[in-house]
């Protein structure tokens, strides 16, 4: 069990790693009118087979040898449905994979999102050479980090060194914060996002 | 909003002051285990503080990545360092604040940090 939704994601974003994406994007997307948020991990790695999809929610299920249980899809699927959400997963393989997660966000079992900044500095940091776009919404309004645009202005500067770790961290926890004041949800409490 | 424009001075000032950086065979390796287990145990800010530790340092010799499980998940977060002797260190129940004594230590003074490693922990 995760302590925050933010730990999700970086686990979920570790099969793309391993299923060969060179290209990851993680959106939350927060609908107040509906008081829901959703979370999506897209990727165009190997993909899976049908089989393996019906399998992957199953945590006595997993690729690895060294154990029996893999429980990071389980975990971000009873994260989403134990606040009244819903799950989905679809994937073709050679093509990539698509998880969801959506979730009624003033549910009493509401996990808080936590630090997305930090788990996008983490995965940037020790995998510079696949592209990560992360976005966030609240309403109409909305944010992207692409790192296909960052590393455009660093000119062949690495994208890992501290500095530019930093920005990335920086720009994510500000701008997120900006978009989730947007002015149909002051009347709501803000979402715990550290 | 912060805007990619801000990127620009951070590069012009990364561009003078450009570190080598040193991939040749005397290179200490620094692995986090960042599988489920891991980041559950807390694996997340342990890599965060090894990263920037070692830039802190300006510690061209250290690369830092991560692997999966390695099967032993009731130690984790576990961090394992392979130095350029051919030697591996596996340190068990790491937190950011041991990961900055393990780069003290062990990266920069080469005295790998007993108490933290497996040996002292698993008894």
Redesign the interface.
């Known amino acids: 069990?995760?302590?925050e939704l933010s730990?999700n994601v970086?686990?979920i974003a570790?099969n793309s790693i391993?299923a060969g994406a060179s290209l990851i994007r993680i959106s939350v997307a927060r609908r107040p009118a509906e008081g829901r948020i959703s979370i999506t991990v897209e990727d165009n790695g190997c993909g899976m087979t049908p089989e393996q999809v019906a399998r992957v929610i199953d945590p006595f299920y997993t690729t690895?040898t060294?154990?029996k249980v893999?429980?990071?899809v389980p975990?971000f699927k009873m994260s989403a449905e134990m606040t009244g959400g819903e799950f989905s997963i679809r994937s073709t393989p050679g093509e990539g994979t698509v998880l969801t997660a959506d979730y009624c966000y003033r549910h009493i079992d509401m996990l808080p999102l936590g630090d997305m900044a930090?788990?996008m500095?983490?995965l940037v940091?020790?995998?510079p050479e696949i592209d990560f776009i992360y976005s966030f919404a609240c309403g109409t309004e909305q944010?992207t980090m692409d790192t296909r645009?960052?590393k455009a202005?660093?000119?062949g500067?690495?994208v890992?060194?501290?500095?530019?770790?930093g920005?990335i961290g920086?720009?994510i926890r500000?701008?997120q914060a900006?978009t989730d004041r947007y002015p149909e949800n002051l009347a709501e409490t803000p979402l715990n996002l550290s | 909003?912060?805007s990619?424009a801000?990127?620009?001075a951070?590069?012009d000032?990364?561009?003078n002051s450009?570190n080598v950086?040193d991939d040749g065979e005397d290179k200490i390796r620094v692995v986090?285990g960042?599988?489920?287990c891991g980041?559950?145990a807390g694996a997340?800010?342990v890599?965060?503080s090894f990263?920037?530790e070692v830039?802190?340092r300006g510690l061209g010799n250290v690369s830092?990545?991560?692997t999966?499980?390695?099967?032993i998940?009731q130690y984790e977060p576990v961090v394992e360092v392979f130095t350029p002797d051919g030697k591996k260190t596996t340190y068990v129940k790491m937190t950011a604040e041991k990961a900055v004594r393990v780069v003290n230590d062990h990266l920069v003074n080469g005295n790998p940090v007993t108490e933290f490693t497996i040996g002292s922990v698993a008894k």
């Open positions: 069990m995760m302590t730990l970086l686990d570790q391993k690895r060294t154990r893999g429980l990071g975990f930090a788990t500095v983490s940091s020790v995998n944010f645009e960052v202005v660093l000119e500067l690495p890992n060194s501290n500095e530019v770790l920005f920086e720009m500000e701008n900006e | 909003m912060k990619l801000e990127l620009q951070i590069r000032k990364m561009k450009i950086r986090v960042m599988a489920t980041i559950a997340r800010p890599l965060a990263s920037e830039a802190k830092v990545a991560q999966g499980c390695i099967g998940c």
